[in-house]
């Protein structure tokens, strides 16, 4: 009992371990609390994007009270007793929202990630979380790691970063893309737990009543949907691209143990046949299935499964890998973004937007240009809605296990508000979501103002 109670202390209560250690750095853009104010605040002056329709209004001011949005007044209304902020004529949009993000696995390269000491993974998410909020996301869900200690960190004030959304561990099938057992680490005997499932990054499950055991654990937990694997990946070097994993009783369990908690599983495949099996399984929500075919993605269409897209395209925001037959795939892939893409679009597949960004912290950086690049595929003002108000749509799915209240991607009466004020115009492009240090003047989230530099 001592050994589990420190263990899920160890998972769900890193916080209050890593407490003494949370100092800012002297150049954190966090040497100060946020901002709170005690009136109103009404912004003024503005061209607002509300991440619902592709239009730029005129002609609205917005109103905030506390941590929601509560009206969009008229210029010229009476506002009473409020904090007025002058946007100067800015863009007014919601905060961004990254559908498939790693907390506590983007700021570390797979080998830190696979031998460092389990704490100082948590402490470098803390630091990277305030780095992604500065950036502009105000909202994550987080695809698989041990992000609920960091999620309880940023909601109780002890660190800064993103609302997230968590999955919990990935959930793997033995030989799956998030088993990363060494090979002299087989066989594993029942029972036996691996160094990746101590740590909370991923869950190895293999038969109904295990994968059953594990959703349960990660819904203990706090999860706010299941991540399961079902399929290979690019660079695995157990799992081939093209198997398909899980059979589809064993993601039925998945499935069953998280609509029982009022919630859906998203699935990591890539291939039409593992994306086929995961659909007829109840599985809602397909992340990356670059290599659907058009049978399948209508398939998804009709049934109004989500497709959580990303941009593997193989340019400049690609891995960088060694290894010949990764790189083989990795082509695969980019050429299958592109199609996905097109086919999303023409069969009106429900899509979201997210990055991926996994043990690769060089790419961090540029986080919202992995955002700005796919206007080669979408209009700027549809690509902004998506990252906003659509992919609130897909994380606001998580229903009773929604860890937060109020809508989610938008600016209307009800929204938390989670507000950006930037120097750009998205009507004619995103680029200036490349450059948030400069083009952000001003990051709001949960009503409170973490950056300003209107004056």
């Not at 409020?82 to 949009?93: F, Q, S």
Request: overall charge negative; aromatic content about 6%; hydrophobic content about 40%.
């Amino acid at each position: 009992m001592s050994a589990d109670l420190t263990r899920r202390m160890f998972l769900g209560g890193m916080a209050a371990a890593v407490l003494p250690f949370l100092t800012f750095k002297s150049d954190s853009a966090f040497a100060e609390q946020p901002k709170i104010s005690e009136r109103p605040i009404l912004l003024t002056n503005l061209r607002l994007f509300d991440g619902i329709t592709a239009t730029v209004q005129e002609g609205r001011n917005v109103r905030i009270e506390g941590n929601k949005v509560v009206a969009l007044p008229a210029v010229g209304e009476a506002p009473g007793d409020v904090e007025i902020i002058d946007c100067g004529g800015r863009l007014v949009m919601p905060g961004l929202i990254d559908a498939h993000w790693h907390s506590t696995l983007c700021g570390l390269t797979q080998m830190q990630a696979m031998t460092a000491d389990v704490p100082y993974i948590h402490l470098v998410a803390a630091h990277e979380a305030q780095r992604t909020l500065m950036r502009g996301f105000t909202t994550t869900r987080d695809a698989g790691g041990p992000s609920f200690a960091l999620k309880r960190a940023i909601d109780e004030g002890i660190t800064h970063g993103p609302r997230i959304y968590p999955s919990g561990a990935m959930i793997t099938q033995t030989s799956g893309h998030g088993d990363f057992r060494m090979r002299y680490e087989i066989p594993r005997a029942d029972g036996d737990i691996t160094h990746t499932m101590r740590a909370g990054v991923s869950s190895i499950a293999d038969g109904e009543s295990e994968v059953l055991r594990r959703a349960r654990e990660e819904l203990m937990l706090g999860a706010s949907q299941i991540k399961l694997m079902g399929g290979g990946g690019v660079t695995s070097p157990y799992d081939p691209l093209d198997s398909v994993q899980f059979t589809e009783a064993e993601l039925k369990a998945g499935v069953a143990a998280a609509s029982d908690w009022g919630t859906y599983v998203m699935v990591h495949v890539y291939t039409a046949k593992g994306i086929e099996r995961a659909v007829r399984a109840g599985v809602r929500s397909i992340e990356h299935g670059q290599l659907a075919d058009e049978e399948v993605v209508r398939m998804m269409a009709d049934k109004g499964i989500w497709w959580s897209l990303q941009p593997f395209l193989a340019d400049e925001d690609a891995n960088k890998l060694a290894d010949p037959a990764a790189r083989a795939n990795q082509l695969r892939v980019a050429q299958g973004t592109v199609k996905a893409y097109e086919m999303a679009q023409k069969f009106n597949v429900q899509t979201a937007w997210g990055t991926d960004i996994l043990f690769t912290p060089q790419n961090l950086p540029h986080h919202g240009r992995m955002l700005a690049k796919l206007t080669r595929f979408y209009q700027p003002l549809d690509l902004l809605r998506m990252a906003t108000g659509q992919n609130g749509e897909l994380l606001m799915m998580s229903g009773l296990r929604n860890p937060y209240e109020g809508g989610l991607g938008t600016i209307a009466p009800g929204s938390l508000a989670d507000i950006l004020v930037a120097d750009g115009d998205p009507t004619v492009s995103l680029d200036f979501l490349t450059d948030p240090d400069t083009n952000l003047r001003l990051i709001m989230k949960d009503g409170k103002i973490y950056k300003s530099t209107l004056v």
